[in-house]
């Protein structure tokens, strides 16, 4: 794969808006968890919950996009220069010329959920969410098109825990095939009840903050984020990090259990380090998908341990998030494209008494060294599964 550069990103989470709130909750190792304040019942869990979404409004222009998960992701462009980025692609570019391509799994069902709970006595939804237009799967990416006069190609993408990172994928092949000649990717996921207690009835829920990696590790917590990333081609900035490869598998083996084996989750893997021409012996950080869950960890544990030397590092950051399930690739992305930054590798949050299934290759705490190459792993439901491979700027495959 020719490389692409990744001129500009942010993210915000449950650490904090920015990358700059992000790196300092990283570097202090703080958690961003809480006990769950948002449900419209009663469930005993801990949720990654992002400060002050109900107080942020939409533009007056932008009023009939107006939903938690909408006002999450204009809240998230605001940060790190980014909507001024694209504004200058853009003008580059011609509008026409940058394509948009966003995960989300729920996208603005929150929306949906309060219009059924306030239905009228003729079971009529009220009248402020009237709104066909927040009622869709195409919300999240149609709002933002909106929002920054995008005119380029327009996608959705919807693969669970995946999403947002397989954009990166979508966006590379829309550049090489001349579709466009920037885009933007990026993915946002907001708590709402469909997603707390569907979980929950799934038994993957945690009554306290969840542990990756934990021998003692019994279920996920739920966050929500919003991140964003603009991808050009290197000449346009030859001194920003690389997205050398991608990796991308569906094993559909079980609806939510992964292969025992990690079949999907390795076949991605290679995928990505062979796009990006890469040894494994070359990694120097891995973000894990690490969520906490039984399965999950066993598996990923074990990939990890059989693939790589002790001298790669590797940590799941949920632990200071929750698991923001479609937003989750591109907020890990930002992760790992810090840890190339600022050379900080995170620390296993959470994780304090290890899994017998995990190698030398675990950072359980903070360590500061020189990262040149960062994968981050993106495992969603129906064993689809999804890899990306980021460099610092002049790194040789």
């Known amino acids: 794969m020719t490389p692409l550069a990744v001129t500009a990103c942010t993210a915000t989470s449950a650490m904090g808006s920015g990358l700059a709130a992000q790196f300092d909750a990283l570097a202090h190792a703080r958690s961003g968890l809480r006990p769950n304040d948002f449900s419209s019942a009663p469930l005993a869990c801990w949720i990654g919950r992002v400060e002050g979404v109900e107080d942020f409004a939409l533009p007056a222009a932008l009023a009939a996009w107006d939903c938690r998960n909408n006002r999450l992701a204009w809240l998230g462009l605001q940060k790190d220069g980014f909507i001024e980025r694209v504004h200058a692609a853009r003008a580059r570019y011609g509008a026409a010329r940058v394509a948009l391509l966003l995960g989300t799994s729920t996208a603005s069902i929150g929306a949906t959920e309060e219009a ?4 009228d006595a003729d079971g009529g939804i009220p009248d402020d969410l009237l709104r066909p237009a927040i009622h869709a799967p195409h919300s999240l990416a149609a709002f933002v098109a909106a929002a920054l006069a995008l005119e380029g190609p327009c996608l959705t993408v919807s693969t669970a825990c995946s999403s947002s990172a397989k954009v990166f994928a979508s966006a590379e092949r829309m550049l090489r095939l001349g579709l466009a000649d920037a885009a933007l990717v990026g993915g946002v996921d907001t708590l709402c009840d469909s997603v707390l207690f569907g979980f929950n009835a799934l038994e993957l829920v945690s009554p306290e903050p969840c542990r990756p990696f934990d021998r003692a590790r019994n279920g996920i917590s739920i966050g929500e984020a919003a991140g964003f990333a603009l991808l050009e ?3 346009a ?7 050398l490869g991608y990796g991308e598998s569906s094993d559909a083996h079980h609806m939510s259990t992964p292969h025992p084996d990690g079949l999907g989750a390795e076949l991605a893997l290679n995928d990505a380090l062979a ?3 890469l040894d494994a012996a070359q990694v120097d950080y891995i973000n894990l998908h690490g969520t906490a869950s039984q399965k999950n960890d066993e598996v990923e544990a074990a990939l990890v341990a059989r693939v790589f030397p002790p001298r790669t590092r590797a940590s799941s950051t949920k632990g ?4 923001t399930l479609g937003a989750a690739g591109i907020l890990e992305a ?15 949050l959470g994780g304090d ?18 990262v040149d ?3 981050s792993n993106s495992f969603g439901f129906g064993g689809n599964n999804a890899c990306l491979a980021f460099a610092r700027a002049g790194v040789a495959a």
């Open 237 to 243: 900035a030859p001194q920003a990090p690389r997205l």
């Open 373 to 375: 190459v960062a994968l």
């Open 275 to 277: 796009r990006a021409g």
């Open 353 to 370: 008494t290890p899994d017998p299934s995990c190698g030398a290759q675990f950072a359980w705490r903070n360590e500061h060294r020189r």
């Open 320 to 323: 200071f998030t929750g698991h």
């Open 334 to 348: 930002t992760v790992a494209l810090q840890a190339i930054e600022h050379g900080l590798i995170p620390g296993n």
């Open 116 to 119: 059924y709970r306030r239905l």
């Open 233 to 235: 081609r290197v000449e």
